[in-house]
T-cell receptor
Framework: DQQVKQNSPSLSVQEGRISILNCDYT??????FLWYKKYPAEGPTFLIS???IKDKNEDGRFTVFLNKSAKHLSLHIVPSQPGDSAVYFC??????????WGAGTKLIIKP | DAGITQSPRHKVTETGTPVTLRCHQT?????MYWYRQDPGHGLRLIHY???????DKGEVSDGYSVSRSKTEDFLLTLESATSSQTSVYFC?????????????FGSGTQLSVL
């Protein structure tokens, strides 16, 4: 039973357009959320995070939105660049301060 | 980049054999983690350590053991490998709990159990 779900295994976006990656969670007690990015043959790297006391956090081209009532968060990348092609993982913090990860979404940026 | 080295990078072994994966860090970070990544599951925590000789189980710890005798090294052992343990294994480190500090990951070990 996955507590963090990324329902889109892959997403293809034109270069320069907006990429929107979605993540749903089931546990209303989760109060801290993160996005990691992973290139092939490399480990994941931290991208951006958000606490439940906020509904938006922005870092350059990356913005994460949190909708607590819907238990949904999304990552927006604007504008999308070829180097953004990677697998994106959503993760949330459980009550033991450990991360629960989604299955990932593979983002493909088309030139 | 955080100084994390995983060895070996690739390993093929047979069912029933013991396997040890090594994670070495040069950052002197307190927390170290072992994750496995499988298609459709994302990353799942196997074991983690919050100091020398201080370890605890994650959500998928069955069939795995760990040891941390030095700050810089965290070993993951499969006592008797099974085909279900074929996976990509990632080591990660952090200075504090994931709620406070981000994790830095190694490049992974691809393990195949035949």
């Amino acid at each position: 039973d996955q507590q963090v779900k990324q329902n889109s295994p892959s997403l293809s976006v034109q270069e320069g357009r907006i990429s929107i990656l979605n993540c749903d969670y089931t546990n209303s007690m989760f109060d801290y959320f993160l996005w990691y990015k992973k290139y092939p043959a490399e480990g994941p790297t931290f991208l951006i995070s958000i606490s439940s006391i906020k509904d938006k956090n922005e870092d350059g081209r990356f913005t994460v939105f949190l909708n607590k009532s819907a238990k949904h968060l999304s990552l927006h990348i604007v504008p999308s660049q070829p180097g953004d092609s990677a697998v994106y993982f959503c993760a949330s913090m459980d009550s033991n301060y450990q991360l629960i990860w989604g299955a990932g979404t593979k983002l493909i940026i088309k030139p | 980049d955080a100084g994390i080295t995983q060895s070996p990078r690739h390993k093929v072994t047979e069912t029933g054999t013991p396997v040890t994966l090594r994670c070495h860090q040069t950052e002197n970070h307190r927390y170290m983690y072992w994750y496995r990544q499988d298609p459709g599951h994302g990353l799942r925590l196997i074991h983690y350590s919050y100091g020398v000789k201080d370890t605890d189980k994650g959500e998928v710890s069955d069939g795995y053991s760990v040891s941390r005798s030095k700050t810089e090294d965290f070993l993951l052992t499969l006592e008797s490998a099974t085909s279900s343990q074929t996976s990509v294994y990632f080591c990660a480190i952090s200075t504090d709990r994931p709620s406070n500090e981000k994790l830095f990951f190694g490049s992974g070990t691809q393990l195949s159990v035949l």
